[in-house]
């Protein structure tokens, strides 16, 4: 059937030019992301307990942990950097956190200019947040 694609293609047509206009005013107006978007990561410091889960369970290894022994002999949590550049956003080291302290987050205005800033330290990026009154 030599027509049936073409008249398929030009129902698909139609159909958006006479339906609803569906473009979005991006810089003025911040998309509706759908519920599970996952654009990046977010870390609360202070459910931390530097057991090293997640960075054992990251595919690329981005995740470096730093940690030492505070009162009462527990690890307090030193420093967390992630390489963002290597992660794929799989979300596996969110499913192996056992308390929850890092999280996906649907922040998705991560342009930068240099590769170096690709790397982040969570701790710092979680004091951010904060301070603008946003979910860590």
């Not at 929850?100 to 800033?117: M, P, S």
Request: hydrophobic share 30%; net charge positive; proline share 6%.
């Amino acid at each position: 059937m030599f027509g049936k694609g073409l008249f398929t293609g030009l129902g698909i047509t139609l159909k958006r030019m006479l339906g609803p206009n569906i473009t979005e005013f991006y810089p003025e107006e911040m998309p509706n992301l759908p519920p599970r978007t996952r654009s990046s990561m977010g870390l609360d410091p202070e459910k931390c307990i530097s057991c090293n889960m997640c960075a054992n369970a990251c595919p690329n290894k981005v995740i470096t942990i730093t940690s030492e022994k505070g009162e009462s002999n527990k690890k307090v949590l030193k420093s967390y950097r992630m390489d963002v550049g290597r992660c794929l956003f799989c979300g596996l080291c969110t499913e192996a956190c056992p308390t929850g302290a890092l999280h996906v987050t649907q922040q998705f205005e991560n342009a930068i200019y240099e590769a170096d800033e690709l790397k982040w330290d969570m701790i710092e990026r979680a004091g951010k947040s904060r301070g603008r009154g946003e979910q860590a």
